[in-house]
C-alpha cells in the first residue's frame, strides 16, 4: 500500500511541474522539498522476524541560489559550494512477534559551504521518541525510548570537488519505566570520509566516498563495546540526470549485534531539471548476534 501512495505522489507531483522548461537558469534553485518511504526487514540469528516501515519529509533552503549549470544536478550544490539549513520529520510502525512500536523523529540541521572557501561545517540535532508495547499473551512491561543527538563535521576542501572531514556524533538513549533504565546507552562515533568528484571522459562523471570509522556504546549495565567501520560508496554519472552506485561496508569488532557487512545498490533520476526519483536497495548480513537487514528506500525531490 505504501508504493501506491509514493506511486500517486509521484504522479502528482510530476503533472505538476512537467511544463517548466529544462534551460540551465531555470534549473537552478534554492528550495528542496522531499519525500520518502522505507522498509526494513530483520532476520535474528534465531530465525525470529521483524518489520520497520515509514515515512520521512524533509524541507531544505540553501543559503544562495544553486547554479546547475553543465554538471550532474544532484551534485550542483556541493560543486558550487551552497551552504543550507534543513528540518526533517519521520515516523515509522515496528512489528515482530512479541511486540509493536511506534517511532518518531525530528532532524535540524545546518551546513556551511562558501564559493572560494576550502572551510566546511555541518551541525545537526535530532530527537525521537520509541513506544513499545507487547502484544496478548506476554506479561511484559509496555515502555518507551528516548533519544538525543547532536553532531558536527568539519571538512577542508583539498582541491576544487574533493573533500575531506572529520565527524562526531554523541548520542543518548533513555528507557522508561524505571525498570528499563537498565538498558539506557550512549553512542560515539568518530569518522573520516573523504567525498571526490571526478571527471571520467565523455561528459561522465564519477562520485566516489571512501570512510572509516569508530563507534563506542557505553551501557549501564555492561562493558564498553567497539566497533570499526569501513566502507565506500561509487555513483556513475552518466549524464547530467542519472546516476547509478553501489556501496559496501564493513563492520567489525566486538560482538555487539551490530558486526557484519553491508552491500547496496542505488539510482536516482531527474524527469525534469527540478523533480527527481531515487530508489536504494541494501542488504546487511550479521555476524555473530547481529541480525541480518533487508531495507529498500524510495524518494522524490521536488526543487523551486
Known amino acids: 500500500m505504501k508504493r501506491t501512495v509514493f506511486s500517486s505522489i509521484v504522479t502528482t507531483l510530476l503533472l505538476a ?8 537558469s531555470e534549473a537552478d534553485y534554492q528550495i528542496e522539498f522531499g ?12 530465525g525470529n522476524t521483524a518489520e520497520l516501515s515509514g515515512s520521512i519529509i524533509a524541507f531544505e533552503y540553501f543559503l ?7 554538471q550532474p544536478l544532484a551534485e550542483a550544490w556541493f560543486m558550487n559550494r551552497i551552504g543550507s539549513f534543513g528540518v526533517a520529520f519521520g515516523e515509522a510502525d515496528y512489528d515482530q512477534k512479541d511486540r509493536s512500536g511506534e517511532i518518531d523523529l525530528n532532524v535540524l540541521g545546518f551546513t556551511y559551504m562558501q564559493p572560494g572557501s576550502p572551510l566546511y561545517l555541518d551541525f545537526y540535532y535530532t530527537t525521537g521518541s520509541e513506544e513499545y508495547d507487547f502484544k496478548p499473551g506476554y506479561s511484559f512491561i509496555d515502555y518507551s525510548n528516548d533519544l538525543t543527538s547532536t ?6 576542501f583539498v582541491k576544487q570537488n574533493t573533500l575531506f572531514v572529520f565527524e562526531y556524533e554523541s ?7 524505571a525498570a528499563y533504565s537498565q538498558f539506557d546507552y550512549t553512542r560515539k562515533e568518530t569518522n573520516l570520509k573523504v567525498k571526490h568528484l571526478a571527471p571520467s571522459g565523455n561528459g561522465t562523471m564519477l562520485n566516489i566516498i571512501g570512510l572509516v570509522g569508530k563507534t563506542t556504546y557505553d551501557e549501564k549495565t555492561k562493558a564498553d563495546t ?7 560508496e561509487v555513483d556513475f554519472y552518466p549524464n547530467s540526470t542519472t546516476s547509478i552506485g553501489g556501496t559496501f561496508e564493513q563492520t567489525t569488532g566486538d560482538d555487539n549485534g551490530y558486526k ?3 552491500v547496496g545498490l542505488q539510482g536516482k533520476l531527474f524527469l525534469t531539471p527540478k523533480f527527481s526519483i531515487a530508489v536504494e536497495f541494501s542488504e546487511f548480513s550479521g555476524k555473530g548476534t547481529s541480525s541480518d537487514k533487508d531495507a529498500i528506500n524510495l524518494t522524490a525531490n ?3
Not at 511541474?17 to 540551465?24: F, N, R, V
Open 35 to 46: 519525500f520518502g518511504l522505507f522498509e526494513t526487514d530483520y532476520t535474528s540469528p534465531a
Open 17 to 24: 511541474i512537467t511544463s517548466q522548461a529544462s534551460t540551465a
Open 302 to 304: 521536488i526543487r523551486m
Open 260 to 262: 557484519g557487512k553491508k
Open 151 to 156: 553532531s558536527v563535521t568539519l571538512g577542508y
Open 171 to 177: 548520542a543518548k538513549y533513555e528507557h522508561s519505566p
Open 64 to 70: 544562495d541560489t544553486v547554479n546547475v549549470r553543465n
Open 226 to 232: 567497539d566497533n570499526t567501520v569501513m566502507g565506500f
